[in-house]
């Protein structure tokens, strides 16, 4: 058995693991999660701003001493799309040298799509509906499309993200936003998408695997969960239908009503409309029935990784 640590640090939230793997199984000693939102305002200006960095810090620090508590004897740490755009990335790599010892890996869309496809699908059975899969991973700054089986096939990034849409398109456009602003959202999604199946064979896919955030709430909203229930969520089916309607119910919501939603966390209240809308757009843009919901992805393929 060998006990290891990962750590995912998205435009939104960074996020640890440490888990025991043994025997070609990974299995959870610790699952941590908080929203610092590091890409705070990087698609206007290019940088990781000040506060955001303390933010994402403080966080890290919490999650080293869990590691050392927990006596991880090897640990990876993968920036993703914000890093990915700031000019001063260097910033935010000495900081984890610092706190970790180890250098972050600021990885390409390419090397994340691998790493959301490895985490999401190495346990999926067919009860989920079985390959090939289009593997989703609906980030902060960027969503990862993967097309595979049992190993990726064709993957590609794109510049559409929860955050990312929000602050160029809905923060100033009204509470609940206004009609304009969520063409202008669409319009984004919609060229992303031309990109991605442009790029990939998508069409090969007969299952939608969707991943992080911001399908987990569209999910644990669609079951009617008084509370957030991972257990529930995981390996979860919401048939298209009801991610159009939860879309259509969370855009038309004011952020105090999201706010209200049991499920909802707190730092996911102003971006879930943007988020509920990609996932809406991929449905209806590829024509997929149902989304199969993961809590695994990009966090488990780092873990899996060090193996």
Request: some cysteine; hydrophobic content about 45%; proline content about 3%.
């Amino acid at each position: 058995m060998t006990r290891v640590a990962a750590i995912d640090c998205g435009t939104n939230s960074v996020r640890l693991l440490i888990a025991d793997l043994a025997d070609g199984t990974l299995t959870d000693v610790e699952r941590r999660m908080e929203i610092v939102r590091l890409g705070q305002g990087v698609d206007r200006t290019g940088r990781l701003a000040p506060e955001a960095l303390d933010r994402t810090f403080a966080a890290m620090r919490g999650y080293r001493k869990l590691i050392d508590q927990h006596g991880a004897v090897a640990t990876r740490v993968v920036a993703t799309s914000a890093t990915r755009d700031a000019a001063n990335r260097d910033e935010f790599v000495a900081g984890v040298r610092e706190i970790f010892g180890v250098e972050p890996e600021v990885v390409t869309g390419g090397e994340e799509a691998q790493l959301s496809f490895t985490g999401a699908t190495r346990e999926l059975g067919e009860g989920a509906g079985g390959g090939p899969y289009l593997v989703v991973d609906i980030g902060g700054g960027s969503t990862e499309f993967v097309v595979g089986e049992r190993s990726a096939e064709g993957a590609i990034s794109v510049d559409i993200g929860c955050v990312r849409l929000t602050e160029r398109h809905l923060k100033d456009a009204g509470d609940p936003p206004g009609a304009g602003a969520l063409e202008a959202v669409v319009a984004d999604i919609e060229a992303a998408l031309d990109r991605v199946a442009d790029t990939i064979p998508v069409g090969q896919a007969t299952t939608l695997v969707g991943l992080a955030g911001s399908v987990t709430t569209v999910a644990g909203i669609a079951l009617g969960l008084a509370e957030y229930d991972p257990e529930r969520i995981h390996h979860s089916k919401i048939a298209a239908p009801q991610v159009h309607e939860v879309t259509r119910s969370l855009l038309a919501m004011t952020h105090d009503e999201r706010a209200a939603l049991g499920v909802m966390h707190p730092g996911r209240v102003d971006v879930i409309g943007a988020g509920a809308l990609i996932l809406d757009r991929i449905v209806r843009r590829f024509g997929f029935g149902e989304v199969v919901v993961s809590e695994h992805d990009i966090l488990d393929g780092i873990a899996w990784s060090l193996a």
